[in-house]
């Protein structure tokens, strides 16, 4: 084995490494946003997105559907990115939920927040786009292959 085997393999080792603490760390943000809001009665929360959306083109059962859905979802997904299961689809759902809350914030022109939820639209990015190195999770350790966790992105295909 030579000093580039060598160098390549602790590379790919701190990669996944480095992977997976992202990974962790988006999943407990995601998965606390959405725990919080259950915990506090979804109605609240609810009854408070349908009040800030008020002066917004949406509808309000829209507002108020998403607002009763909204806590669930980012449970879901951030219980899944902790754990490294079905990264792929997690990633692609919670970016989709980013973009949703993206364009409900900038409806309501609250651009500051749409600022810190950007940083975590960058992160999905990142973390979808370097799915190759989810090797520590769940997905990793039961052997998961196919789409849902990044064949079809390494293979060019998606």
Known sequence: MNAMDVTDRYLSRDQALAYALLRLTLGITIFLHGTNRIEHGIQNFAAAMNKDFAATILPRLLVHLFGLTLPFFEAA??????????????????????????????LREQFIVVGVQLIYAAIYFILL????????????????????????HAKGEW
């Open 77 to 106: 997904v951030g219980a899944l990115l902790m754990v490294g299961l079905l990264t792929r689809m997690a990633l692609v759902v919670g970016a989709l939920l980013m973009a949703a809350l993206v364009f409900g914030m900038t």
């Open 129 to 152: 786009s370097n799915l190759r190195y989810n090797s520590i999770s769940l997905d990793g350790f039961l052997g998961l292959k196919g789409p849902m966790i990044g064949e079809m």
